[in-house]
């Protein structure tokens, strides 16, 4: 199958920071989603991926391009959703949509009006007057009517109320119906990626934990809960990170091939969700 995204060993220092040797590859058809805590990296792999920032060392192929070489047509391909409105905020919606529509050559006002529509968006209105949810939904009407076959968005449901949160996502998963096309998201909310995606990539401290189809990555973790007694008898092999609760321990193990069935016998064995994959990773051991 196509590769959409393909990143081979891409670095870049931004003052003390660093995206560290970053290779991954995206499939077309599906929805990645990219983890990570405050301050990962994530937004600076968003725009190295966009070529907001150039990478100092490694390639960042889009749809088997480089920005080098295609940059134009590469852009012309992705629908980009990001935090920052970059909306003239003192114009109305249509005004914004009037500016911004002549360099998209795929442009496609049908698409464009049915998503107003769908919305329930005020044409009329000033940016500035919108909502974050309102603000989020225009700026995704706008991705999407020049016809991407690339949504890249960076953390589309912050700040967005449960309601218009699960809006989102459904929207996300109405665009791969056409399977043609691919999403690509970060996110703080976990559990959106729980719902919705296929891939997920998880980066910490600018390097990545890892890039998985989402069902192997629960099929390869395990939450281990058992009386404190046990804790020590977890091989360290396996374990991810974990720490007393009070009523026992818990930790997270990637794999349990390697623990005794007498042992596993006594524990309480778990799917973890992403949050708890995250959470122990990022924190480490204390058990
Ligand atoms: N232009 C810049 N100048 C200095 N430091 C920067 C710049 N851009 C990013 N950084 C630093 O790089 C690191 C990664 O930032 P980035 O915004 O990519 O993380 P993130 O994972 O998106 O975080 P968050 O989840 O909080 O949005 C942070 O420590 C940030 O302070």
Redesign the pocket.
């Known amino acids: 199958m196509e590769n959409i995204i393909e990143l081979k060993n891409v670095s870049k220092k ?2 003390d ?1 660093q995206l560290k040797n970053i290779s991954f590859e995206f499939k077309k058809g599906y929805i990645m989603g990219l983890i ?1 805590p ?8 968003i725009r190295c991926l966009m070529d907001l920032v150039r990478v100092d060392d490694g390639e960042v192929n889009i749809f088997g391009m480089t920005h080098m070489e295609n940059t134009i047509e590469i852009k012309q391909r992705i629908g980009f959703v990001y935090d920052e409105s970059h909306f003239y905020d003192d114009l109305s919606l249509e005004k914004n949509k009037k500016i911004i529509a002549p360099f998209y050559r795929n442009w496609d006002d049908s698409t464009f009006y049915s998503y107003i529509k769908k919305f329930n968006l005020p044409l009329k209105k000033k940016i500035k007057t919108l909502s974050k949810g309102m603000k989020m939904k225009f700026a995704i009407a706008m991705a999407l009517s020049h016809n991407p076959d690339l949504i890249i968005l960076d953390e589309p449901t912050a700040g967005l109320d449960p309601v218009f949160r699960r809006e989102m996502l459904d929207i996300l998963q109405d665009i791969i119906q056409d399977e043609n096309k691919s999403v690509f998201f ?1 996110t ?1 909310i976990t559990t959106d990626l729980d719902q919705v995606a296929d891939y997920i990539t998880f980066i910490n401290n600018g390097e990545i934990v890892f890039s998985k189809e989402k069902d192997i990555i629960f099929e390869e973790y395990f939450l281990l809960k058992g009386p404190d007694s046990l804790a020590v008898d977890v091989p360290k092999v396996n374990l991810i990170g974990g720490r007393k609760t009070g009523v026992g321990f818990e930790a997270l193990v990637d794999g349990i091939d390697n623990i005794e069935q007498q042992l596993l016998n006594q524990l309480h064995i778990e799917t973890p969700s992403l949050e708890t994959i995250m959470y122990y990773t990022i924190r480490g051991n204390s058990l």
Do not use: R, Y
């Open positions: 931004i003052k920071f990570g405050n301050g990962a990296g994530k937004s600076t792999l970060s703080h």
